[in-house]
């Protein structure tokens, strides 16, 4: 089976080629991804006007790019898979119009693929993982536990009730002057920083469940840092660095101490795994290798290019779904809210 695979959801223009074969591990044909940092770069934040804008001018050739790559004509495809949500509507829709055009134009079938659910089968497609198994998702849009079952059997386990830890570590950045994303440049920083100096809560630790909540990290900073201002004029770059560190390691013990509850409530998980851009934290990465260790567990991370935005993981969802016999049609939706623990393909369409 060979899939091509469209994303456009965000601010990442992806297409992509994925095969499999009988006995085989599956293979990344090509994975063609346009970020569009620099057309949002003066506005502080994705812009969901002007990203719809691109992903329409860019989707094409970005499949074509990907098709040269792999050295594949339309005739060598068993289907089109494209990311019908959740994501910015004016995206979805860009992409899922590319994708009916294409099978409309080469009568390939065409499947509907959740990109939260693209993201939770990665690790199947990078290591052959198998079924079940614990996905921790953070992003900068996301942060939910799953477990994950079946290609379409996704249960939440709990997540966060307010920002993203991603976000958390965006406007961190942003309050301290450091660069965006804002991951890397806090990760950075921290690293010659004293996560001791300064108290930084471990909100809902002390509450049952899985739920996280990362606003109020944010809040802490802000008033620690306000508060070294007001007694010293300014902040130093070791200050910067503390403050830095202290919530970084506030974030990794949210994020490690939440995953050891949803790994006890979820016995049957084989591995635990992690996607998203916050996955490539070391800091944090290495609490959950540690706690899959001790849990006896193997921990799996795909490389940090299959962990954030791409299209190979939605070729790979879409052809998980396609060899259960999915297919969509004409009346395939974008949808922006498409939570992933409700049985969704059959609700493709029918949603408001
Ligand atoms: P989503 O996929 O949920 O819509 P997104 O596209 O913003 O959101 P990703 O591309 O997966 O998410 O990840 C980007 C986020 O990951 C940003 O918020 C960024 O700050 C964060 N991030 C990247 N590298 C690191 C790091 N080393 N440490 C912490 N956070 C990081
Ligand atoms: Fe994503």
């Not at 990203?51 to 068993?78: K, N, P, T």
Request: with cysteine; glycine share 12%; aromatic share 4%.
């Amino acid at each position: 089976l060979t899939i091509l695979g469209l994303e456009s959801s965000c601010d990442d223009t992806a297409a992509a080629l994925v095969r499999l074969r009988a006995g085989e591990r599956p293979e990344i044909l090509a994975s063609v991804v346009e970020g569009q940092t620099a057309l949002h770069a003066a506005y502080g934040g994705v812009v969901p006007e002007i990203a719809a804008r691109a992903h329409a001018e860019r989707l094409d050739l970005c499949v074509e790019r990907a098709m040269a790559e792999a050295g594949l004509g339309f005739g060598d495809l068993d289907a089109v898979a494209v990311t019908a949500g959740p994501g910015l509507i004016g995206g979805v829709l860009s992409g899922v119009m590319v994708a009916k055009g294409i099978a409309a134009a080469t009568g390939l079938p065409l499947v509907g693929v959740n990109h939260l659910a693209g993201h939770a089968l990665t690790p199947r497609l990078t290591d052959g993982l198998d079924f079940p198994y614990l996905m921790l998702l953070a992003s900068g849009g996301h942060c939910q536990f799953l477990a994950v079952s079946g290609p379409e059997e996704f249960a939440r386990i709990g997540g966060t009730i307010d920002d993203a830890p991603g976000e958390a570590f965006d406007k961190t950045a942003k309050l301290l002057a450091l660069s965006q994303p804002g991951g890397p440049a806090v990760e950075r920083a921290a690293e010659t920083g004293d996560p001791a100096r300064f108290a930084f809560p471990r909100p809902l630790m002390d509450r049952p469940g899985c739920d996280m909540s990362f606003s109020g990290l944010k809040t802490a900073l802000l008033r620690a840092r306000d508060r070294i201002i007001a007694e010293k004029g300014g902040i130093t770059v070791q200050d910067r660095a503390d403050l830095c560190a202290g919530f970084q390691a506030a974030v990794r013990d949210v994020l490690a101490g939440k995953a050891a509850r949803a790994l006890a409530a979820c016995p049957e998980a084989t591995a635990l795994a992690v996607a998203g851009g916050v996955a490539a934290n070391r800091a944090i990465r290495a609490a959950l290798e540690d706690l899959a260790d001790r849990a006896g567990l193997p921990f799996v991370a795909p490389p940090l290019s299959l962990c954030t935005d791409n299209a190979a993981m939605i070729a790979w969802a879409g052809l998980e779904r396609f060899r259960l016999g999915a297919r969509d049609d004409m009346a395939l939706a974008a949808r922006p809210r498409w939570p992933l623990d409700r049985r969704s393909p059959a609700l493709i369409g029918a949603g408001k």
